[in-house]
């Protein structure tokens, strides 16, 4: 079955770091894959999306590529910022399976101080 | 309009109550979702509209009935929840069933006593 796999978090980093959150999958078909991010007490947002390998995502300096090779889809930024504090979901859609269900990873908590 | 709107932003009901949550889009998308996230969990699937015709029952309990009014508006309708109920619901469009992305509302606080 379609699964994803996210680093544990919670993540601290001090402004202008640099950030990776990892994101690995397991898919049958030729899913699309996502990252959304919740900011407190809020619902969730798109922030990059990705619908085929060796594409590249990019948004508001976050980027992801989609590796095929290595089943991963990691996320990064050169910069954080205290705004970018928030829980990040990494996500697949396999239509090309039958299913029109997000596949979510358990989500990876940020938090950047300043 | 690109949003998508979730009323009330909380709401609190005991066991016995009958109180209903509403999502409303005006982006034209025809296919919306009601989604459960339990506190430091995903979210988690619970119905998915398509053309205002139920597509998809995720094996929820009776007690959350969902309704899609028309194409614009989704209610979910809560009746004899439990404590374990309690949680932030949310609702998400897409232009159709098939369509990548999904818009997420802001969710609904929902806490049952």
């Known amino acids: 079955g379609n699964s994803v796999t996210q680093m544990e978090g919670p993540v601290t980093l001090s402004e202008e770091a640099f950030l990776t959150i990892n994101c690995t999958y397991t898919?049958?078909?030729?899913?699309?894959l996502f990252w959304y991010v919740q900011y407190p007490g809020e619902g969730l947002q798109l922030l990059l999306k990705?619908?085929?390998?060796?594409d590249k995502g990019s948004n508001k300096g976050f980027e992801a590529t989609y590796r095929k090779e290595t089943t991963s889809f990691h996320l990064e930024k050169g910069s954080v910022q205290v705004s970018d504090s928030a829980v990040y979901f990494c996500?697949?859609?396999?239509?090309?399976?039958?299913?029109?269900?997000?596949?979510f990873g358990t989500g990876t908590r940020l938090k950047v101080l300043a | 309009d690109t949003e998508v709107t979730q009323t009330p932003k909380h709401l609190v009901m005991g066991m016995t109550n009958k109180k209903s949550l509403k999502c409303e889009q005006h982006?034209?998308?025809?296919?919306m979702y009601w989604y459960k996230q339990k506190a430091k969990k995903p979210p988690e699937l619970m119905f998915v509209y398509s053309y205002e015709k139920l597509s998809i029952n995720e094996s929820v309990p009776s007690r959350f009935s969902p309704e899609c009014p028309n194409s614009s508006l989704l209610n979910l309708h809560l009746h004899a929840l439990q404590p374990e109920d309690s949680a932030l619901y949310l609702c998400a469009s897409s232009p159709t069933l098939i369509t990548d992305t999904q818009y997420f509302g802001p969710g609904t606080r929902l806490t049952v006593l």
């Open positions: 982006m034209g998308h025809r296919a």
């Open positions: 996500a697949l859609r396999d239509v090309t399976s039958g299913t029109y269900k997000y596949i």
């Open positions: 990705a619908t085929k390998a060796d």
């Open positions: 898919a049958t078909g030729y899913p699309s």
